[in-house]
């Protein structure tokens, strides 16, 4: 089958990779089922630094791989590819910047791990739901950002083909709101919870926006997103799942939380007016799917992770 993975046609040059899959298929049947040798890209950000750490703890070999234009790893080495990297910020405007980076670098890297026979799993986004109340993997989408936009191509490319026709295992997380450590670089990307802890430490107050009560987020800690994906890495089912709790906290509760734990004050302020219209309302994961898939899991309560955060 003529697969068409790229949202524009690439130089040639540009495509080649080293091909060695049998030797590549006999390195890997030499490692522990358990070790496994894993390329991330976007090690640097976020999730993709506390992944990083977390399976190196657990006896993993890591690569890095930092966006670079034009350049595709080859992955052939690897047993698996985690594609963390991404412009992830909601508020970037510039639209072919993102769908560059993206939509068509992770085209070309599906179409690298495709051909080697590399297992990958990706970062999807809750943000393709948009303002919609239904969290089901099979619920409309409505992105409304070009980061969101780019996110639901990506996913729909894939979903466009039976998962038969792959010769990888291709696997996309649907993460929800994800918050813990080393999201200090993120600046204005940053959780509520680092926002509100960075206002109560300079000016003993807390400022959630006006009405936050009626937002409702599913947030999800990063130490369990790492746990989940490393469960995922052994399981052989293809898809796209929800990565959430399926419960819902204000950022009311947040700021308050947050406040008590620095003795600091919460005092509202209006929304920004570039900000309204892009903050979604309401998001709940339906993770029926994940649990099924995962079994059981023990989410980690915000209210529980603030009182034992050390920043």
């Known amino acids: 089958m003529n697969k068409k993975y790229f949202h524009e046609e690439w130089p040639k040059e540009e495509q ?34 506390n992944l990083k750490e977390y399976l190196m703890s657990k006896g993993h070999g890591i690569a890095e791989y930092e966006f670079i234009e034009n350049v595709v790893p080859d992955c052939s080495q690897f047993d698996k590819v985690i594609h963390m990297g991404a412009i992830s910020s909601t508020t970037e405007r510039d639209v072919e910047k993102v769908l560059k980076q993206n939509l068509d670098f992770s085209h070309r890297l599906l179409q690298v791990c495709d051909m080697q026979g590399v297992d990958l799993i990706y970062a999807s986004s809750a943000s393709v739901y948009g303002d919609g109340q239904n969290f089901n993997e099979d619920a409309p989408k409505q992105p409304q950002s070009p980061y969101s936009w780019s996110k639901y191509l990506f996913d729909r490319s894939i979903e466009m083909l039976s998962w038969d026709d792959y010769k990888c295992n291709i696997k996309g997380l649907r993460f929800f709101n994800v918050y813990g450590e080393h999201e200090e670089h993120k600046g204005d990307q940053m959780s509520v919870f680092h926002k509100f802890a960075k206002q109560a ?25 790492c746990q989940i994906i490393e469960k995922m890495m052994h399981i052989d089912e293809m898809g796209i799942w929800n990565v959430g709790t399926g419960e819902t906290t204000s950022f009311t509760t947040i700021a308050h939380s947050i406040a008590k734990k620095y003795n600091a004050k919460v005092e509202p302020i209006p929304m920004p007016e570039n900000l309204i219209g892009q903050y979604q309302k309401y998001t709940c994961s339906d993770n029926t799917k994940l649990l099924k898939t995962i079994g059981k899991f023990k989410f980690t309560k915000p209210e529980e992770w603030i009182e034992t955060w050390k920043d």
């Open 16 to 49: 080649e990779l080293k091909m060695s899959l049998e030797a590549s298929r006999q390195n890997k049947e030499e490692r522990s089922k358990n070790k496994l040798k894993i390329l991330i890209t976007g090690a640097n950000g976020f999730i993709g630094k």
């Open 201 to 225: 430490k300079e000016t003993g107050s807390v400022h959630p926006f006006v009405g936050s009560s009626d937002y409702l987020r599913d947030f999800i800690y990063i130490g369990d997103v």
